[in-house]
């Protein structure tokens, strides 16, 4: 029996478990995972722990970086779309958008020429439609090429997610205009950063699928703990027993209560860890 034994850790990926504003921004390539946060990961599954990631990313986009992490449980993908499972190479739960979603949406990308949209698929293809310099930089980011069309429309389903990408005025912009459209309550509409806002199904959020991830295992709400930085992670973060943040967190992370660690640029993850072995010494 380990000390962890009957815990579950999820931790988002970008910027709280590697640092990666740098790939995003000037097109440095992805940073290792840091000695200290390896080194304490490997102890808390080696205890019983089981860690997994929560990313806002595709499968595609994250599969490619699986190696960088050790982890011992499924992990939730597309921001809460899915849950997937590497080991057995198979989703466990999706939560697809509504069927209309590209005809209510499409009307917003005439309306906002300016703006550029991934749409997620859920077999590992991504399509684009306005490529613009912050697609590009995210695709740099995801290591992941974009598909480009020319309408939404041209884009197949089922999709998982569509992530808006532009300057953060413009997206403000479009936020508005969805939530005037009168269909907007039946969606998640999230930013995972100043320049990425995000459409999911109603319900698809990480906090959701981590707390369907959990009873999965067989694991108490009591014992579910997650580490995130933005604004997708609160839910997850609100759903945990406890959920931490780096300092480099969005400052409506700080206000939801999340416990701050340090910057993701140090051992983030080995704190949130050496937090839990206090928790259950």
Same mark, same amino acid.
């Given at each position: ?39 304490? +990961? %490997?102890?808390?599954?080696?205890? &019983?722990?089981?860690?997994?990631? @929560?990313?806002?990313? *595709? $499968?595609?986009?994250? !599969? ?88 939404? +429309? %041209?884009?197949?389903?089922?999709? &998982?997610?569509?992530?808006?990408? @532009?300057?953060?005025? *413009? $997206?403000?912009?479009? !936020? ?106």
């Amino acid at each position: 029996m380990g000390k962890f034994d009957g815990v579950l850790l999820a931790s988002d990926f970008d910027n709280t478990l590697i640092y990666t504003e740098e790939a995003l921004r000037i097109g440095q390539p992805i940073p290792p995972l840091s000695a200290g946060n390896r080194a304490a +990961l %490997e102890r808390f599954m080696e205890q &019983g722990g089981r860690f997994c990631v @929560a990313t806002g990313r *595709a $499968l595609p986009a994250f !599969e490619r970086l699986t190696g960088l992490v050790p982890f011992n449980a499924p992990c939730v993908i597309c921001n809460g779309a899915a849950i997937y499972d590497f080991e057995q190479g198979a989703y466990l739960e999706t939560a697809l958008l509504p069927g209309q979603t590209r005809e209510r949406v499409q009307p917003v990308l005439d309306a906002f020429p300016e703006v550029g949209v991934e749409a997620y698929h859920v077999e590992n293809v991504i399509h684009a439609v306005h490529i613009n310099e912050f697609v590009r930089a995210h695709e740099h980011l995801t290591g992941v090429r974009v598909e480009e069309r020319e309408s939404l +429309l %041209e884009v197949p389903g089922p999709l &998982g997610k569509l992530l808006f990408e @532009a300057e953060h005025e *413009a $997206l403000l912009e479009v !936020e508005a205009y969805i939530r005037g459209r009168g269909w907007a309550d039946g969606y998640e509409l999230i930013y995972s950063g100043k320049t990425l806002l995000e459409l999911t199904a109603k319900g698809a959020s990480k906090g959701g699928m981590l707390l369907k991830l959990a009873d999965r295992l067989g694991i108490g709400r009591g014992d579910v703990y997650a580490v995130g930085d933005e604004r997708n992670d609160i839910s997850m973060l609100t759903a945990a027993a406890v959920g931490f943040a780096p300092a480099n967190c969005a400052e409506a992370v700080r206000e939801c209560g999340a416990r701050l660690v340090c910057d993701a640029r140090g051992d983030a993850l080995a704190e949130v860890i050496a937090a839990l072995d206090e928790r259950y010494a």
